[in-house]
């Protein structure tokens, strides 16, 4: 797996955003290389539905290595949905 793509703890407190740059949430933990992210309220159901989250009701969701293209300065940018 690339550095670019391999999640730490350090990676907390980043944001989520899409191949167009749209926020779609912040990291809030990190287990084993799999981010934990808050959405972002203005997230859409067609993107929640696009990275396989399900109902709102969840306070998290996980973001898997195969959907990372780049972890950067204060971003985990994703590959396109």
């Known amino acids: 797996m690339s550095d670019e793509t391999t999640l730490t703890t350090s990676d907390k407190g980043k944001k989520v955003v899409t191949d ?3 926020v779609i949430g912040e990291v809030v933990d990190i287990q084993g290389n799999r981010a934990h992210v808050e959405p972002d309220p203005n997230v859409t159901d067609a993107i ?12 998290t969701f ?11 300065q204060d971003q985990i940018r994703l590959k396109p949905l």
């Open 48 to 59: 929640m539905s696009k990275l396989g989250w399900g109902s709102r009701t969840e306070s």
């Open 62 to 72: 996980e973001v898997g290595p195969q959907q990372i293209d780049a972890v950067v």
């Open 20 to 22: 167009d740059n749209q």
